[in-house]
């Protein structure tokens, strides 16, 4: 497991040395044969090296003993944070884009997923990587054990917030589009990332218009009494108060593309689309 990590780890820098930052650079010579390459962990206590001639990479411990301080974080205790000298930057540069979250929030029917999408088909076609985290999707998997109570909305948008910072983490651009109803909630997830990483937008669009686009029949049955807890209904939706961008109102575009753009527009502003 180790040493298959290494070998991945390892066979980007051999890609794309420039790629990793000038703390980390490991030193080339393509002519040498055997351990050409290492890399110390930030505490020290592993060093990784690997062979050109396409070995496995070894994992030796140089520090037998020593170990880092142990935490407890909510129920885990006795755990370590473990560094790898490869880190965002270096991931970022190679995809010459930074990471961030883009969570947008909106009443059910407000244009959410639509709207991800565009965005993505957007950047992609800029050579950027996104990846989408859809509140519908993710209820089919990860967060299938989850209802619409609203202790249950929140741990839905605690983890997505978690995931969406590994991704960001990663380097990508990372679409989070669920309905998110409570702002504490979505402020939760705004401060597990760096200032400026989490940019929020929210779908600014009518009770009204969302009641009767209604896509998939769901305002009918809860108006029907056969959904209970539906937002916007009989649940609550609290707007965001300060928000990065706000769409949907007359004059911020109304097609999902012209949204979009607004979007992109942001982020080519704020140097996300280059590392
Ligand atoms: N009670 C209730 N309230 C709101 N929405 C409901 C409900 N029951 C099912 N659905 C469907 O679930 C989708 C919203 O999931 P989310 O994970 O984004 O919701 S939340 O953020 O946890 O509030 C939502 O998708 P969108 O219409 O894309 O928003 C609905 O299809
Ligand atoms: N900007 C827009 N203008 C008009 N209709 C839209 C727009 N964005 C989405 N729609 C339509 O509204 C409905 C709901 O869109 P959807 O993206 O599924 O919303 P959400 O993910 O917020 O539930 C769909 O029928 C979609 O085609």
């Known amino acids: 497991m180790i040493a298959a990590g290494a070998k991945s780890l390892l ?10 930052s000038d703390r980390n650079s490991l030193s080339s010579n393509s002519r040498s044969v055997g351990v050409v390459r290492s890399c110390v962990s930030m505490d020290g206590s ?40 490869v880190e965002k930057v270096d991931r970022q540069r190679l995809l010459d884009q930074k990471g961030c979250v883009i969570w947008v929030t909106g009443l059910s029917g407000s244009g959410k997923s639509t709207l991800a999408c565009a965005l993505n088909q957007m950047l992609y076609k800029k050579g950027k990587l ?4 859809d509140g519908d999707n993710v209820r089919h998997g990860l967060n299938r054990d989850l209802s619409f109570k609203a202790e249950d909305r929140a741990e839905n948008i605690r983890r997505v917030g978690e995931v969406a910072k590994l991704f960001a983490d990663a380097g990508i651009i990372c679409i989070a589009s669920l309905i998110s109803p409570y702002r504490t909630d979505r402020d939760a997830c705004r401060n597990l990332l760096p200032e400026g990483d989490f940019v929020e937008v929210f779908m600014d669009v009518s009770l009204e218009v969302c009641e009767a686009r209604d896509p998939k029949g ?9 959904i209970k807890g539906f937002t916007g209904i009989d649940d609550p939706y609290e707007p965001p108060l300060n928000c990065e961008i706000s769409l949907g109102r007359e004059g911020s575009g109304t097609s999902p593309i012209e949204m979009a753009e607004v979007i992109v527009g942001y982020l080519e502003n704020k140097g996300y689309l280059q590392a």
Do not use: D, M
């Open 11 to 20: 066979g980007l820098s051999i890609a794309s040395p420039k790629g990793l």
């Open 130 to 133: 996104c990846y989408i985290l």
């Open 46 to 85: 592993q060093t990784l090296s690997h062979n050109t001639n396409g070995s496995f990479p070894e994992l030796k411990s140089i520090n037998g003993k020593k170990q880092g301080p142990l935490s407890t974080v909510g129920n885990s205790t006795n755990i370590k944070w473990h560094e790898c000298p």
């Open 218 to 226: 769901l305002y009918k049955l809860a108006r029907a009494g056969k």
